[in-house]
């Protein structure tokens, strides 16, 4: 085997790895968005009441929706944060492994501050768009009922 051809089978090796990362890291983002807006649907059954204190004494449906939105895209950015410690660090730990095991920086984990800003931007939205069916639940909530409430 010539050089060139261990450099293409490492390289379809990766390509395959990559393509499972991408896919388990999809999964892993449809499961934290229902997470999230499950969350938050029992946030609002939680606090009906205060909702409907809050549409008594004057807050407009676009405030409280607003609030649930921040609320939920707060969470989001949280999971994001755990989500950038964790990958960061198995970078750079098989990063480490590869070098110690194969005597050479072959493998070099590439982690720049934009990365992880887009990362934690997009955590954010993604948190702000699953909490968008319950913050517009709670926004379109009677307050006479939410009041009523037990």
């Known amino acids: 085997m010539t050089t060139e051809q261990v ?9 395959v790895i990559q393509i499972v990362v991408i896919g ?11 997470g999230i807006m499950n969350s ?18 004057g807050a407009r449906n676009s405030d409280i929706m607003l609030l649930f939105l921040i609320e ?5 950015l949280v999971g994001g944060i755990i989500g950038c410690l964790i990958g960061v660090g198995l970078a750079k730990g098989v990063e480490f492994v590869a070098t110690q095991e194969l005597s050479t920086a072959i493998l070099k984990a590439s982690i720049t501050p934009g990365l992880i800003i887009g990362a934690l931007i ?4 993604v ?24």
């Open 7 to 15: 450099r293409e089978t490492v390289n379809s090796i990766l390509l």
């Open 24 to 34: 388990i890291a999809a999964i892993s983002l449809i499961v934290g968005g229902v």
């Open 40 to 57: 938050m649907y029992t946030s609002v059954l939680e606090r009906t009441r205060e909702i409907g204190v809050m549409k008594a004494i």
């Open 72 to 76: 939920s895209g707060i969470i989001g």
């Open 122 to 125: 997009f955590s954010f939205m």
């Open 127 to 150: 948190g702000c768009i699953s909490g968008l069916l319950p913050a517009k639940g709670a926004a379109e909530m009677n307050p006479i009922d939410a009041l009523r409430y037990e």
